[in-house]
């Protein structure tokens, strides 16, 4: 049993001689102890197998005489000794790769580090630390080695993260692949090409990236592939596109004969770009494949590697989700155009009265919404006429518009009178009879002769826009009485819906539009309303279909609604 020195004890253990003597002996680095003319005073046991020599052979020699030696073995001038230098300065020193000489009449080279030694404020020699540099330039090398591979694989889940991101943005192939080319090269290939099926055995190439983007030759390689040939899986375009495994190619594969016309192809791409290394994955999953993407690397000293190899097969399947849902997207809004499209009916000819109509789906990589308009005669002659929104936008919202469509159009044949109650009913059916949870709409119904007037126009407005009437003396104004809650709101009562009246001058224009037409993102509706009304007047005095057309044109890009406009214009 040991007993507790305490803290006395123990301090007096710590300043003898021998404790400090077992220290230095057991140290795992090389120390040697030189006086104040480099002198060497003691060495221990580590001392003695990285220098090859024994502390009594070396005590009381010169220590720089004794190892220092240049990298042909031959003695340094003492003047051009560091260590010399530091034992002038009395000051700390290092130095890295000074070469000496070992007992067994080797070379090696020595990094070390000198302290002072100090006893009552005067200069004893320098305590001086040596290692191995061979060793310690293995361990930097090591050290950089693995730094470079977590830099390497941060930067590969960093890149794939980011395509995730860029290419959730978007829901339109051509800008996802134009997106995907500029976020691979340069940054993990030199060239990237994406092949897409497009029907039974067809398959198109759509994108070609190289260095600095585009090139005019690359066109030549965008074009009709010839046909996937399944008993043919050796080529890696034909395999991937067949629903194998990604494929590595080493610069040796690359230089194969190609087993196929549409291998033929893509090795021939190959070859004109330089590859020494290739990636072949499959977009999408095996089950089901969209297309194919190939990666080339140029350099003979970067080739791709297996961990490149998960990393663009991991890519190549979130591409795949991509343009498997850009592709259903395209037919549920291909479906959803075609049905607004097939219910706006032609409009009528009423006597001397002008009517033009304009319906623009939303643009490219938005969503189809549920906007319509309508104009149609009532038993008694009156002209009615119809803009409206359903809320949402998707195939459920244009289903949506095409029962009001035809529901408005039924209760106001059925039973004519004032628009506030036509809308009460079409209200007070909505949630049985459709699956519309939200609308809005300007129900108008012009009286007076078609062809001599005068004309009186009588509204009532669901929560829609405001209509716009241009008089012929250059003045506007919106409509903006008769406002009532959105169908749906579920707040009002029938007989509740306001009525608005409005007479129309000899040749004046009413124009009725959706929100897409004013809706800008990043400004207000006001500054949208604003824009309206300067543009609409300045082309006031312009043919109704150049009107409706130059509208559309004039207001700024940007909207991602869709746009319904009706126009009617009054004889002069």
Not at 77 to 97: D, K, M, N, V
Not at 517 to 529: R, V
Request: aromatic content about 4%; charged content about 25%; overall charge negative.
């Amino acid at each position: 049993m040991v007993e507790d020195m305490g803290d006395e004890g123990r301090c007096r253990s710590v300043a003898e001689p021998d404790f400090w003597r077992r220290v230095v002996r057991r140290l795992g680095t090389a120390l040697i102890v030189v006086d104040p003319t480099g002198r060497i005073l003691a060495a221990n046991p580590a001392a003695e197998r990285l220098l090859g020599r024994a502390a009594a052979a070396m005590r009381g020699e010169d220590a720089h005489d004794l190892l220092h030696r240049d990298a042909a073995g031959g003695p340094v001038p003492r003047e051009q000794c560091p260590l010399l230098r530091s034992l002038a300065e009395r000051a700390e020193a290092r130095g890295e790769g000074e070469i000496c000489l070992r007992g067994d009449g080797r070379l090696t080279a020595i990094s070390w580090s000198a302290s002072p030694l100090r006893d009552d404020s005067a200069f004893q020699g320098m305590a001086v630390l040596l290692t191995d540099a061979a060793g310690d330039r293995s361990t930097r090398r090591e050290r950089a080695a693995y730094t470079r591979a977590l830099e390497d694989r941060t930067e590969r889940l960093t890149l794939v993260a980011e395509i995730t991101d860029v290419l959730g943005q978007t829901l339109e192939i051509d800008e996802a692949l134009a997106r995907l080319g500029r976020l691979l090269v340069p940054r993990l290939a030199d060239w990237a090409a994406v092949d897409l099926r497009v029907g039974t055995g067809q398959v198109h190439r759509v994108a070609v990236t190289g260095p600095g983007g585009r090139h005019a030759a690359q066109e030549d390689w965008r074009e009709r592939l010839p046909q996937t040939e399944v008993g043919r899986a050796h080529s890696p375009l034909v395999q991937v596109l067949n629903g194998g495994d990604p494929v590595l190619q080493r610069e040796a594969d690359v230089a194969e004969p190609a087993g196929s016309a549409l291998a033929a192809v893509h090795s021939g791409f190959l070859r004109a770009v330089g590859a020494t290394s290739a990636i072949t994955v499959p977009l999408g999953s095996a089950r089901q494949v969209a297309g194919a993407l190939t990666l080339v690397r140029t350099d003979p000293e970067s080739p791709f590697d297996t961990d490149d190899l998960k990393v663009v097969g991991d890519i190549g399947r979130r591409v795949g989700l991509v343009i498997d849902n850009a592709r259903r997207f395209g037919r549920q809004r291909a479906v959803a155009e075609a049905m607004q499209r097939n219910l706006l009916a032609p409009l009528p000819r009423l006597g001397r009265l002008q009517l033009a109509a304009r319906y623009q789906p939303a643009p490219a990589g938005s969503q189809v919404g549920g906007d319509w308009y309508d104009a149609f005669e009532l038993k008694n002659g009156t002209l009615a006429l119809v803009i409206g929104d359903v809320v949402g936008h998707d195939l459920t919202a244009a289903a949506g518009m095409a029962q009001l469509h035809g529901i408005l159009r039924s209760l106001a044949w059925d039973r004519p009178g004032p628009p506030g109650a036509v809308v009460d009913r079409l209200d007070d059916a909505l949630p049985a009879i459709t699956t519309v949870p939200m609308a809005t709409l300007v129900l108008a119904l012009l009286e007076g002769s078609p062809h001599t007037g005068p004309w009186t126009l009588r509204w009532t407005s669901a929560g829609h826009p405001p209509p716009l009437l241009l008089a012929q003396d250059g003045q506007a104004q919106y409509l903006e009485a008769g406002q009532g809650l959105l169908l749906g709101a579920g707040s009002s009562t029938v007989g509740s819906r306001p009525n608005a009246a409005q007479s129309l001058p000899p040749g004046s224009t009413l124009l009725l539009y959706t929100d897409g037409l004013i809706e800008i993102p990043g400004s207000d509706l006001d500054t949208g309303l604003t824009r309206l009304r300067h543009h609409a007047l300045a082309l006031a005095h312009e043919p109704l279909d150049t009107l409706c057309d130059q509208l559309l044109g004039r207001m700024p890009p940007g909207n991602t609604d869709d746009v319904a406009l009706l126009a009617l214009r009054m004889p002069s």
